[in-house]
């Protein structure tokens, strides 16, 4: 088995150049005691700001997305071969904020996964189920369809360059986290998924990260778990305190 512990952080729509350089700052001044690997995603106005800055540090910048087409008349849009002409090693795909508000389906993310890895980009996949299905029992369901539409059509040699994130939407931003068991729970679920429709090496190598309200009180108890490697930060990434204890927590 030769997983990682993996903590990001997912920055959003926050933090100016500035602000982006005074935490950055403050992250590389931290101590990090556990043996988590260590991403921050800024804005992509910043990632250029973001890799300089941490050039021969440990860590690293994902990008919060990418389009999937290679170039062309896509106003605004940002593809792969940009993110990696400034550095970029890791795209978060298929957040439930770019699933909600910008209308990102499957098959749309399949096409995002092939071009990411097709530049050599390893992917932070995010997936998880909204509080009706949760309600309604459907849970694992929803979160089977997500994986199987999306990812499921990669080889396993494919499934190195992917680290998945499982963040229940009713989780995010709310202050409410899914618990301990509900994250192993799941976890276990998405490992047995992954080793039916693969084998099992596929299934013990991939790192699963949980997101959704993970801070420094709650951080040790969720990454005790067997099947959770990881989290998937978002509003205790923008203090370096906190992430960093975060980080800390395995
Ligand atoms: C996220 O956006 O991926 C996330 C987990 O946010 P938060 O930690 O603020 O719930």
Redesign the pocket.
């Given at each position: 088995m030769s997983r990682k512990h993996i903590v990001a952080g997912?920055w959003?729509m926050n933090n100016t150049q500035a602000e982006t350089t005074a935490l950055i700052s403050d992250l590389t001044q931290k101590e990090k005691t556990s043996n988590a690997e260590v991403i921050i995603a800024p804005t992509s106005i910043n990632l250029y700001t973001a890799v300089s800055q941490l050039e021969g540090s440990s860590i690293q910048v994902a990008a919060q997305n990418m389009h999937q087409a290679e170039n062309g008349a896509y106003t605004g849009e940002i593809s792969a071969s940009m993110l990696k002409d400034v550095g970029i090693q890791t795209v978060i795909l298929g957040?439930s904020?770019r699933r909600a508000y910008f209308y990102e389906n499957d098959t749309l993310l399949a096409q995002k996964v092939n071009t990411a890895l097709s530049h050599g980009l390893r992917i932070i996949f995010?997936f998880g189920e909204e509080l009706d299905d949760r309600k309604n029992g459907k849970h694992f369901d929803i979160v089977e369809s997500q994986l199987k539409n999306a990812i499921f059509h990669l080889t396993s040699d494919q499934w190195s360059q992917i680290i998945l994130a499982y963040?229940p939407v009713w989780?995010?931003?709310?202050g409410e986290t899914a618990s301990p068991e509900q994250a192993q729970e799941m976890h276990a679920f998405i490992r047995k998924t992954v080793s039916e429709s693969y084998d099992v090496t596929t299934a013990n190598n991939v790192s699963i990260l949980y997101?959704?309200?993970?801070k420094p009180a709650n951080a040790k108890e969720i990454f005790s778990k067997p099947d959770v490697d990881g989290g998937?930060?978002?509003?205790?990434a923008l203090k370096a305190d906190d992430f960093f204890a975060i980080v800390n927590a395995f």
């Open positions: 997912n959003k957040h904020e995010c963040e989780a995010i931003g709310t997101g959704g309200s993970v998937l930060i978002g509003g205790a």
